[in-house]
Nanobody, 115 residues
Framework: VQLQAFGGGLVESGGSLRLSCAAS????????MGWYRQAPGKERELVAT???????MYADSVKDRFIISRDNSRKTVYLQMNNLEPDDTAVYYC??????????WGQGTLVTVSS
């Protein structure tokens, strides 16, 4: 499975960005897809996940601001980020977990929120 993320960039506080992640390869075996992020000097943390049947989970810090969605026909997962805050600045990584439990990661896309 290969994951390619798009959509990072620079945005002012209060602004919005939409991240996309396209999967290719053995995509029929993908179960959960999601987004993680890693800020400078911090550990990688969960942002949001979505299952094949579209059950979602969010980190408390992004609830009510971020929305994760999934287009199974296009093998793509999206993260709509609204009301962005400087603390959201990080490299965002797309993640996929197969039915076997194997994990795959995308290359990361940088999101910078200016105050």
């Amino acid at each position: 499975v290969q994951l390619q993320a798009f959509g990072g960039g620079l945005v002012e506080s209060g602004g919005s960005l939409r991240l996309s992640c396209a999967a290719s390869g053995s995509i029929s075996s993908i179960n959960v897809m999601g987004w993680y992020r890693q800020a400078p000097g911090k550990e990688r943390e969960l942002v949001a996940t979505i299952t094949t049947d579209r059950r979602t989970m969010y980190a408390d810090s992004v609830k009510d601001r971020f929305i994760i969605s999934r287009d199974n026909s296009r093998k793509t997962v999206y993260l709509q980020m609204n009301n962005l805050e400087p603390d959201d600045t990080a490299v965002y990584y797309c993640h996929a977990r197969l039915l076997s439990g194997e994990d795959f990661w995308g290359q990361g896309t940088l999101v910078t929120v200016s105050s």
